[in-house]
């Protein structure tokens, strides 16, 4: 069987440079930084409290990514098209999940740890930064509001398909691991009222709703909701209970009850659409 000659090598995709230049872009600001005309690497440095010189290497690799143009005769540098995925102004903006002071771009960092959680079962973020990823949350406020940030802009823009697309009804009991603002289980309920169950979220004071929550007296009421921060992984799972999460990362040791639950619940398909669960 011939090779496909325009397939990309192995090498080219395992290249690590371009994802963390354009990372470092976003956590710089670099795009929202640049004059429309464009600026100079002289230019934006200051503002981006760096070194001139190492940021018009980063800037040149950049150019070859595609998100920056290069004049050569003014020596200013200007967002692309594409490259205005990493303004804040963007209609669908990327910078926030690629800064690395987020939660997000912070946790993907950890994925040159994978070699070590592959091996010895552990999370990367544990070894990485020396502590898990809900603790650090906790105990870093900044941290904790990305956080919530990034899970409530994505959810909000696959909540329709999830609450359509599957049949939440079958369920008495739902538990939203890691539930962020509350908002994906607050749309569940809506829906199918006769649901109920905990948005278990670490770090979260259980006293108090997500705020996403459209009723505060949901704790009382007919779904007997709850907010808990004991445990990301509340009871055993049973038939009639369904886990939901928007993201599953290796980040702690879930028990061995709950590693085959959410074969019940609905899953991203390879190629990003929305499947089913199997019964």
Not at 122 to 132: D, K, L, Q, S, V
């Amino acid at each position: 069987m011939a090779q496909d000659e325009h397939r990309t090598s192995v090498v080219e995709s395992a290249d690590l440079f371009a994802p963390m230049a354009l990372r470092v872009a976003a956590t710089l600001r670099l795009a929202d930084l640049a004059k429309d005309d464009g600026s100079t690497a002289a230019e934006l440095a200051p503002q981006a409290g760096v070194d001139a010189v190492s940021l018009g290497r980063l800037l040149d690799h950049l150019v070859t990514l595609g998100a920056f143009d290069h004049d050569e005769e003014s020596g200013r540098y200007a967002v692309t098209e594409w490259g205005r995925q990493l303004r804040a102004d963007d209609p669908h903006p990327m910078r926030f999940s690629l800064d690395l002071h987020n939660t997000v771009g912070r946790a993907q960092l950890a994925a040159v740890e994978l070699l070590h959680t592959v091996t010895a079962d552990e999370a990367g973020y544990t070894r990485m930064y020396g502590r898990e990823f809900y603790t650090d949350l906790a105990e870093n406020p900044a941290l904790r509001a990305s956080f919530d940030a990034s899970m409530e802009q994505r959810i909000r823009g696959e909540v329709a398909e999830l609450v359509k697309g599957f049949d939440w009804s079958r369920f008495r009991r739902l538990v939203d691991l890691g539930g962020g603002d509350g908002y994906l289980l607050a749309s569940v309920l809506q829906a199918h009222p006769t649901c109920g169950g905990p948005s278990s979220n670490e770090a979260r004071p259980s006293e108090r709703p997500p705020r996403a929550w459209p009723h505060p007296d949901w704790a009382n009421g007919p779904t007997s909701c709850r907010a808990t921060s004991s445990t990301r992984f509340p009871g055993e799972p049973t038939s009639s209970s369904c886990p939901t999460s928007c993201t599953i990362g290796r980040t702690t040791r879930s028990p061995p009850s709950w590693r085959t639950a959410p074969s019940r619940c609905p899953r991203r398909g390879p190629v990003g659409r929305r499947d089913h669960a199997r019964r």
